[in-house]
Nanobody, 114 residues
Framework: QVQLVESGGGLVQPGGSLRLSCVAS????????MSWYHQAPGKQRELVAT???????NYAEAVKGRFTISRNNDENTVYLHLGNLRPEDTGVYFC????????WGQGTQVTVSS
């Protein structure tokens, strides 16, 4: 059974940072485009960052310069480093994998508050 398991969320003060991880039981992991999505309370899920099999990355304008996506193909893991966090970054962050199939994780909660 395919699983994407996110971790690393939590409560952080504005200006702080977190690192989210997503471990994926998919093969071949290296060929999947991996993405992180953000769903703020009461809003639709939105794309935050993507990394493809060539390690090309793309970011939403709102997070450019603050968030960094990376992957470790040996460990089937994709990361999202969240820096200089703002209250509007609060919400659930979902891991997504796309190649010949599309998979989603269950999400991890990030709360930015003083």
């Amino acid at each position: 059974q395919v699983q994407l398991v996110e971790s690393g969320g939590g409560l952080v003060q504005p200006g702080g940072s977190l690192r989210l991880s997503c471990v994926a039981s998919i093969k071949p992991f290296s060929l999947y485009t991996m993405s992180w999505y953000h769903q703020a309370p009461g809003k639709q899920r939105e794309l935050v960052a993507t990394i493809d099999y060539n390690l090309n990355t793309n970011y939403a304008e709102a997070v450019k310069g603050r968030f960094t996506i990376s992957r470790n193909n040996d460990e089937n893991t994709v990361y999202l480093h969240l820096g200089n966090l703002r209250p509007e970054d609060t919400g659930v962050y979902f891991c997504n994998a796309e190649w010949n199939h599309v998979y989603w994780g269950q999400g991890t909660q990030v709360t930015v508050s003083s």
